[in-house]
């Protein structure tokens, strides 16, 4: 537990400098006293590194990271610096993000929508053991553990498809236009139809009706 009047450390990963920046001007703004920014990184090789050297009490983690993810930043840590936390501030709201990021051993999971003043607070329930999630996911976490979600089936066909497939994948599957795809992922039509095709091609499902049934099922959109 983190002692009273004893500012939280905290090391930032994202690999946008000018989100890592946003961070910690409104934790700087939101947690004056309460949490102290000590390190950021940008890759999963950094990540290492400054967590090994700072010993933070609680690292703000991205899912998606140049190197291995978020996930991988934590299992080469987890014997080097076994009493820091992981808190996942990720963009992402889908389900295997979700449990796969708390089955690699974070204590929560909230998105970039949160507020200056809940990232505080979150930090340091989280720097104090508690597990901290944003409302609609902890709906995953609890169904994965009840077995509504069969975490082996989605973890077993996501890992089919690359990160861009993913991307595009979900997008499709919410009810995006192929132009509206190609403009969110900034990539040309013709390279939103080749990544469809791959994705129908590896889940062998024949349209994207399907997709979005196949999505919905699996809490992925």
Do not use: C
């Amino acid at each position: 537990m983190n002692q009273p009047g004893v500012p939280v450390r905290v090391v930032v990963v994202d690999d946008h400098a000018m989100f890592r920046s946003g961070v910690r001007a409104e934790l700087a703004a939101s947690g004056a006293g309460q949490v102290d920014v000590v390190a950021e990184a940008a890759d999963v090789d950094e990540a290492v590194a400054a967590v090994e050297a700072q010993r933070p009490d609680v690292v703000l983690l991205d899912v998606h990271l140049p190197g291995g993810g978020g996930a991988e930043v934590m299992r080469r840590t987890a014997t080097s610096v076994p009493g820091t936390r992981f808190l996942a501030l990720s963009v992402s709201d889908a389900a295997e993000d979700v449990i796969g990021t708390i089955r690699g051993g974070a204590r929560g999971y909230v998105t970039k929508t949160i507020t200056g003043p809940e990232l505080v607070r979150a930090i340091g329930r989280v720097a104090d053991g508690d597990a901290v999630f944003s409302p609609r996911l902890a709906g995953f976490v609890l169904d994965a553990f009840a077995g509504t979600i069969d975490v082996a089936a989605v973890d077993e066909d996501l890992d089919r498809l690359t990160e861009r497939e993913r991307e595009v994948m979900r997008l499709i599957a919410r009810g995006y236009a192929y132009k509206e795809v190609a403009k969110e992922l900034f990539i040309s039509i013709k390279t939103v139809e080749t990544h469809m095709s791959n994705v129908l091609r590896k889940l062998q499902l024949s349209s994207r009706h399907e997709l979005t049934r196949w999505a919905s099922d699996r809490r992925l959109l």
